[in-house]
């Protein structure tokens, strides 16, 4: 889970530092399709736990999934049309976002709800930002990290206004993670872990299961930059080291009239903190079903500002604060 040092294979979406590794596929004679199809249920491990799943986030080169599936080649394609053959599966060179097709031959399978983003390298930033979008520094770019968990980031995504809308999974966009500062500024750059947004499709599958309907699980905040998690917005509460600055870390409610605000989600004719704890409590089942996406569960209440919300991350580790913590 998470972004990983440069040098490291990265799951479906920018993780976070330290975390992680693309996903191994089945043999390919494991396949019940041939030819590209092969290709095409293979690439079914950048879904996800959730299945949901449609971006896959890669530095430079970095492997799309291991070991690449013997006989088939990734062939991508830019917004702009340019083409690029990739027989090890490997991501584009060229930072963007990438259409992606498997072929064989002269047969060729498009995948038409999965892009791939090739990640803007960590050493593009320079004196604290990247073109004229400030990021600012880092807790330990100069070392000293205590864990993995806070070693420096692999690379951005560039989120453009023409792309602020791509689907990053079924009920998600990479504009909904943006940090919210610097409005007039595009390009803008991201970090975003593949676990959370799978944790975050689970969380919305628990609850509808236990009979909340969810249209809209708001984003209250998503990836926060150094810069802002320390001098932006509301500060109060956050902390030097948050998991936000990291990318695998929100702050969510459930909006389903997108009024911006919590909606009654336990249906008593209240809106308050019992609210945020239902969510609360389907981050715990998805985490009882799936170890591998454990990490922070924060409850909050409302403000003048805001209603009541869920934090959730998947930093690795459980962690809970907040009523009724465990």
Known sequence: MGLVCATAA??????????GAAPDTPA???STRSGPSAGLELLGTLRGASGKLEAAFRTPGEPLILPPPAGLTARYESDQGAAVVSPGFEAPQRPGVYKIAVAVDDARADVEDLRVITLVPFAAKKEGRIGSYHLGHWPYERGGAPSSAYAN???FVEVTRENRSLPVSRHFTLG?????DQPAVWP??????????????????ELEDEGYHVEH????????????NQAGGQTSGRGKLSRHMYGDATDV?????????????????????RDAEVV?????????????????????PATRVHGPFTHIDARGRRARWGAGSG
């Not at 990265?10 to 975390?19: E, F, L, N, S």
């Not at 593949?194 to 599958?205: C, N, P, S, T, Y």
């Not at 459930?254 to 308050?272: A, F, I, L, S």
């Open 188 to 205: 803008k750059y991201l970090l975003l872990d593949a676990d959370l947004v799978d944790k975050l499709e689970l969380v919305i599958d």
């Open 10 to 19: 990265q799951p479906a979406i920018a993780p976070a530092a330290g975390k």
């Open 153 to 155: 980031p692999a690379g």
């Open 280 to 300: 609360a409590q389907a981050v715990e089942r998805v985490e009882t079903r799936h170890p591998d996406l454990v990490g922070g569960v924060g409850i909050y």
């Open 253 to 273: 409610f459930v909006d389903n009239d997108r009024d911006g605000w919590t909606d009654d989600v336990n249906r008593d004719g209240r809106v308050d903190i």
């Open 28 to 30: 390919v004679g494991r």
């Open 217 to 228: 699980l708001a984003i209250m905040s998503g990836f926060r930059t150094p810069r802002y």
């Open 176 to 180: 909904d993670f943006l940090t919210k």
